[in-house]
Structure formats: C-alpha cells, structure tokens
C-alpha cells in the first residue's frame, strides 16, 4: 500500500506484509490494532477489510491521533491496550478475528526532542508515551530507592553495572534533583567506556521507559484479554524489540500464560489455547533492516486460537 510522506517520518511500519499477511485476514472479519502508532498496519489491515469489515486500533498517545484513518470501518481508541477488554465491551465486541501488536515506542518518539526518549536531544527527562500520565523519567531517577533502581537497570536494561548506576544516580541527586537529560547523561557517561557508550546509554533509556510507561504490565494484561477475546482460529500477531517482551510472548503463545507455566491433561498432553503458527520467530531480512534501521532487533510471533 502507498504511504504519504508524513506517515513515514512519523514511523516507518515494520514486518508490514509478514505480520497482516499473518493476521489471515477475512474481508468482512473484526480486528484490532493495539499499537496504532502512524497507522502503517493498520491501513495495510483496511485495504485487506471489505465494508463490513471492521478496525479498532488502540494509542495511549494523543500524537498518534494525527493519524487517525478517516474510514467508517475505522474506530481509534485513544487508551493503553491494558483496557483491550473494556474497550470491546464498550463497542459490542465479544469475539475479535486477529489481534496485532507492535509494541514499544514509534520512531515519532525518538525523533521528537520534546519526548525525552533520545539521548541525542536535551530536553527535559520525561519518556511518558501518555503525556497525561503521571510518572515522568524524571520522577523515577529522583524518588526512586537506590535498590529499585537497580533492579529496573538490572531486569529492564539487562545491564550489568545496574548497582553502580543506581549508587552513582542517588549520589548525584542529593545535590539536587536531575531533571534534563543533559543533567543524567553528565552523571552516568564516565561509567561507560566509548566503545559501548551508545549500546549502554540505549540499554539505560529502555530500562527507564520500560518502567515509566509500565510496559512489562500493560503488555501481560494486554496478552491476557488477547487470549480471551479471540475467536478459534483468531490470531494473534506480535512483534516484539526486546528479549523481556519477547519471552512473555513466546510464553503466552505456549502455555497461554505469560510465566510460561505448563499444564497437562490427564494423558500428559499440554494444555493451551493456542497453536504456534510459526516455530520460529520471523525477523526483518537484510534489506529491510538497510531500509529502516530501526527494524534490527524486531521479532514476530504468530499463533492460531484454538
Ligand atoms: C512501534 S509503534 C507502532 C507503529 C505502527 N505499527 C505503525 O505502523 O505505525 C508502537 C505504538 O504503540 C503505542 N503504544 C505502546 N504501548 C502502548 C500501550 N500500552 N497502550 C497503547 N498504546 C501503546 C505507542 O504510543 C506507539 O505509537
């Protein structure tokens, strides 16, 4: 499908064929997009859909609303995909065809000074995806105990120097609070050596957002109601940027629980709600990641309610 420039800058969609072509579309079905984004897949899922067809896609933010599909088979919810369930109570849906999630933040995030998501930009150190949320970056570095911290830089940064961050951040912030991220990076840059600056700094960012934005529990609850509101043969679709959202995933696919918890029946069969669609995880070829970057670390996961 054609896409405009704005589109593009605002976020170029990735996996585009590989994860609608996984959704199995039928032109009069019921879908939902929880990650709407700049609307790339979910325009590649309208042009897919007959009229009446139907598209719910999800955004907690109010920029994604820019892009919003004037079509009468479209309908945008401006809300975290936690609430899928309410939302689909809410517009008389008991039973969806696919589900489709891109998760993570868009390149309109990073790309936008304001947003506080990049380390290339100073500004202030927010990283909320829904501006009217509470909890700032900033308010995370400043308020948090040293040993939360650590933990966040430990389980969402997977990084190995997580104590000596959060030792380093909570002696920096009894000298006042840090609120730019030219105050954090000025804190935190002499504990990387310049060869892997800008892989750690990355890995700093995500842990921070991860927690800001409670990505780890909107996506288990986001799996959860997934599973239930698909009907059988429904699919659920997802692309993942880490290993964390990744292995919640691969779980929820398996066991049809986030912890991966396995049941067996009496014959010792397991027990789940889904069939994996595809064994392994399908990743953008060379040339897509030459074209958008950004594509690199993406993982789609596909499978079929029971
Ligand atoms: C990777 S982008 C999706 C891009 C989209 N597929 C496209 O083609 O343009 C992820 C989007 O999901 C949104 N998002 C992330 N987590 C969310 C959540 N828990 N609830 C609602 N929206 C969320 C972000 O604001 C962002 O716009």
Redesign the pocket.
Known sequence: MKETQEELT??V?VLLKESVDGMNICPNGTYV?????????SREILSRLEKDGRLLG????ED?ERNIVDDPRFIFVR????YLHNFLRYHDIEKVDAILA?????S??FDDSERGFSFRFDGALDMR?NKRAGLTAADVVNTYAEERLADIFYLYGELKNSRKLASVIVKARANGQIKTIGEFLEIIKPLFGREREKKELAKVFQALRIEV?Q?ME?LKE?LTAATEALKPGGRLVVITYHSLEDRMVKNIMKTGNVEGKTTQDFFGNLQTPFKLVNNKVIVPDEEEIERNPRSRSAKLRIAEKK
């Open positions: 605002y976020h969609p997009d929880v990650t709407f984004g700049g609307g790339g897949h999800f955004d907690q933010d994604a809300s975290n995909f936690r891109d998760l993570g933040v868009s309109h995030h995806m934005n990505e909107a986001m």
